[in-house]
């Protein structure tokens, strides 16, 4: 490989070209976001990396790493971003109540677990309900296959919980097995990214998938508690081509806005509550309910039920909230407007 990656290596493909008018094109280049700053963002452009300001009025918070954005001609300013295929997104963490973008333009999330007490299937459910729900494709990686002697417990768990996402099981400090049992989502042009607890062996993945020792990086990242330095990198070219996104923000994840993804995790549910007698049934004590037949047949693991029940709460919850928060900003905004306008208007009268 070049040095330098060429449009299609960045991951620049038709979905992007096809938003360009006739005349943006060869004027406006196109510039993959790899870190984003308060006040400015690092892009990688065909012809190397450029440092770029926000268009007037419009805030980092919102542009993602992996986005792609084209560049006003003869400045270094951001003219537009454009559409995106997909977006990871969660609620920020603590106190403070956003929607926080994470990666936009994944094609897909390894959701890695290693076969051990970290494995748990809720919260692969968890993982997988986020990638569904913006649009990436979810592989579960189930490493320390060294160390685990019965890996068919883990797989009948994934088959009865997860039956549709793609396994691959390995030992992440084998880079030859690594490397071969992910090879089929990375390449030139293609975007991953991972997700999973402390511990279960993503730096070890990236270390390996982008041949060189971020993993003391992220460590540091892990330990920097938001205080953002302007080395860190959060996009990693891979050795065969193609880019691992790391942010910070992957590795807590609480899911809002997605009901669509953990539905489609759950569909099976989904589709026996559509032949429930009440369109509303919650699935309790209801007549007629089919879900509820369905576990007294056996068909259906209650426990299931609970979970998917568990995520449509948080998810509810999480969403109540953040429309809360938006109403009292614009509260807030309306009646600072008032303030200041009655101000004028006093002026007016006493000038
Ligand atoms: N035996 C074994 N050790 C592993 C495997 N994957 C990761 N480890 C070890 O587990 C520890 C945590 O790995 P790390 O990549 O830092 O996990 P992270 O917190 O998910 O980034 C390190 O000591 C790794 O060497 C594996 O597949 N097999
Ligand atoms: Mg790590
Ligand atoms: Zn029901």
């Known amino acids: 490989m070049t040095d330098t990656p060429d449009l299609k290596d960045l991951g620049w493909s038709a979905d992007f070209l096809r938003q360009l008018d006739i005349d943006e094109i ?13 006040d400015r963002i690092d892009t ?70 290693s076969m051990n007490a970290d494995f748990n299937v809720a919260r692969l459910e968890r993982y ?40 691959v099981t390995l030992d992440a400090r084998d880079p030859g097995a690594v490397h071969e049992a992910l090879a089929d989502w990375c390449g030139p042009g293609e975007t ?3 997700v999973g607890s402390s511990g279960v062996g993503k730096s070890t993945l990236v270390s390996v998938l982008t041949g060189d020792a971020i993993a003391t ?17 959060e996009f990693h070219r891979l050795a065969g081509g193609g880019w691992v996104i790391d942010t910070p923000g992957m590795r807590e994840l609480q899911l809002t806005g997605a009901a669509e ?36 047949e056996g068909t259906l693991d209650a426990e299931r039920l609970a979970r998917w029940q568990k995520l449509r709460r948080e998810d509810a919850l999480n969403a109540e909230s953040l429309a809360e928060a938006h109403a009292r900003q614009r509260r807030f905004g309306r009646m600072v407007k008032e303030v200041v306008r009655d101000h004028h208007k006093r002026q007016d009268r006493e000038g």
Do not use: M, Y
Not at 26 to 38: L, N
Not at 89 to 107: E, F, M, P, S, T
């Open 26 to 38: 060869g004027r406006f280049a196109p510039a993959r976001v790899t870190a984003v700053h308060r």
């Open 44 to 113: 990688l452009t065909e012809a190397g990396p450029r440092v770029l300001t926000l268009p007037p009025g419009h805030s980092a918070g919102e542009i993602a790493v992996g986005d792609w954005v084209l560049i006003e001609p003869e400045t270094d300013r951001v003219a537009r971003r454009l559409e995106r295929t997909s977006l990871l997104h969660r609620k920020a963490a603590g106190r403070d109540i956003r929607d926080q973008l994470i990666a936009a333009n994944v094609d897909t999330l390894f959701v890695t677990t």
């Open 128 to 167: 997988v309900a986020l990638a569904h729900s913006g649009d990436v494709a979810p592989v579960i990686v189930l490493t320390k296959a060294d160390l685990s002697a019965d890996h068919d417990t883990f797989h009948d768990a994934l088959r009865a919980a997860l039956p549709r996402v793609t396994r």
């Open 192 to 194: 991953v990214a991972f």
């Open 217 to 233: 990086q992220a460590i540091r990242e892990d330990d920097a508690k938001g205080r953002h330095t302007t080395t860190a990198r």
């Open 261 to 296: 993804g953990i539905d489609a995790v759950f569909a099976d549910i989904v589709e026996l509550a559509a032949d429930c007698k009440f369109n509303d049934c919650a699935h309790d004590t209801e007549p007629g309910c089919a879900v509820k037949a369905a576990i007294a």
